[in-house]
């Protein structure tokens, strides 16, 4: 779709460590994996409200358990494929140099969903993603 991608272009030329070198530098700059962590919580439900109201309900928790700027919270959003064989998909995205505080972070994000939702939501958490969609 964008032939002039910076993928593309290094990949066209067999340009391994140029794609490397280029690739690396935006995932440091941003946090994320090798250089950062990065967890994604899926909510999924057969009802559209209760998949976003549940993304929420898990964002609002963790939220209120972050102090200072780490780790990053993006979302709640519905996910790049909004609806996979009659489920819709929300997604919530924690980034942070600490394994360890994400992990406490998705544990009580998944806590409170399913608290509040119970067999009504499903949540799924991806660490370290291999894709977003």
Not at 26 to 34: A, H, N
Not at 112 to 122: F, Q, V
């Amino acid at each position: 779709m964008n032939p002039g991608h910076y993928a593309i272009t290094y990949s066209r030329n067999h340009d391994y460590e140029g794609f490397y070198e280029q690739e690396i530098a935006y995932r440091m700059e941003l946090g994320y994996p090798p250089t950062g962590r990065l967890i994604r919580l899926e909510f999924q439900s057969t009802r559209e409200t209760i998949a976003a109201e549940s993304a929420h309900t898990a964002f609002t928790r963790m939220r209120a358990m972050i102090r200072g700027k780490d780790p990053v919270l993006l979302g709640p959003a519905p996910a790049p494929i909004a609806k996979v064989r009659g489920r819709y998909r929300f997604q919530v995205l924690l980034l942070s140099s600490s394994r360890e505080r994400l992990r406490l972070l998705a544990v009580e994000g998944k806590k409170a969903a399913e608290e509040k939702y119970g067999r009504k939501c499903r949540v799924i958490v991806d660490v370290d993603p291999m894709s977003l969609m």
